[in-house]
């Protein structure tokens, strides 16, 4: 208040040359206490941060606090705009394959396979680093994989046994932008699908449901969404999204786009009914090794 009123009696007093040599004071004792503020930084430049200078440049920019607070919450908003936390759920399936044969030398199951493949049977080998499974056909029902072994028994005389391959239900954590999101999850629910469409396509052939060309055609549609999706996925790791999961689809969509390439025009009936059970043993397979390498 002494020094208000000082102020106001000078203004008062003096004419206008007088003014301005007031202000041309002011300033100098502004320039001053700059000067000082530097030169005794090292003792009284805290005391003078914090209670003379912070609380005016608090009045242009808010308070030292306050930027840092206001620079915080644009980096989470970046943050929560670049990515989100989800999860993918690769669900529980099962398909009840029927075994026809296990052998420990590798030749003779081929022979067997080849022999099953004659007849319309799926003649797929897996070996498990012990044995050489052979199989003939697979169904999505355990129901109808035992109605089956009963009618081979009873009608050819043929021996098989169910092997039921578990695709494990897994759940995986991500975090990513709403389009890597959306990619993801199409992937994901895709993946499933192949096992499924192809038992049901073999089923509809073998009843005479549909014939050679028409199976090609829907195993060739199949083809091009594998792609679609093997696609996306490759982009996404060029662009540096990568993780366990995102190898294993990667993976898995490379098989089933590989063994429906593999179909040819001049297949029989018999090589065609084959070749769709074929393909469905290696994607059930293909399946069953995603599901056990899906962590993130």
């Known amino acids: 208040m002494r020094y208000s009123r000082m102020q106001n009696n000078k203004t008062e007093h003096f004419g206008k040359t007088e003014g301005k040599n ?20 090292a003792k009284v430049g805290k005391f003078l941060t914090d209670k003379v200078f912070a609380p005016v440049f608090s009045l242009l920019t808010g308070s030292e606090e306050e930027q840092q607070e206001s620079q915080t919450s644009e980096i989470q908003s970046t943050v929560a705009q670049q990515g989100e936390s ?22 003779n199951a081929t022979e067997y396979a080849q022999t099953l493949k004659n007849k319309g049977g799926a003649g797929y080998i897996q070996f498990d680093g ?84 028409s199976a090609i055609e829907k195993l060739n549609e199949m083809g091009m969404k594998a792609k679609e999706q093997q696609k996306k996925i490759a982009s996404l790791q060029q662009a540096g999204i990568t993780g366990n999961y995102i190898t294993a689809l990667q993976v898995y969509y490379e098989e089933i786009i590989q063994i429906l390439g593999e179909v040819n025009e001049t297949y029989s009936q018999t090589e065609m009914s084959a070749f769709i059970k074929y393909a469905y043993m290696t994607a059930a397979f293909a399946q069953n090794e995603l599901a056990g390498k899906a962590d993130a």
Request: hydrophobic share 45%; net charge negative; charged share 20%.
């Open 130 to 213: 012990e044995i050489y499974r052979v199989f003939i056909a697979a169904y999505s029902s355990q129901e109808n994989a035992e109605n089956v072994i009963q009618r081979l028994e009873s009608e050819q005389n043929m021996q098989t046994k169910l092997y039921e391959i578990i695709c494990a239900s897994k759940t995986i954590s991500v975090t990513a932008d709403a389009q890597t999101k959306e990619e993801l999850e199409a992937a994901t629910n895709e993946a499933p699908n192949y096992v499924a469409q192809l038992i049901d396509l073999a089923l509809e052939y073998d009843k005479g449901n549909i014939d050679v060309s």
């Open 22 to 41: 007031g202000i041309f004071f002011f300033l100098a004792i502004l320039a001053i206490a700059a000067a000082i503020y530097f030169i005794g930084a």
């Open 86 to 107: 989800f999860t993918l759920t690769l669900p529980e399936t099962h398909v009840y394959a029927l075994q026809a044969g296990a052998y420990a030398d590798e030749n």
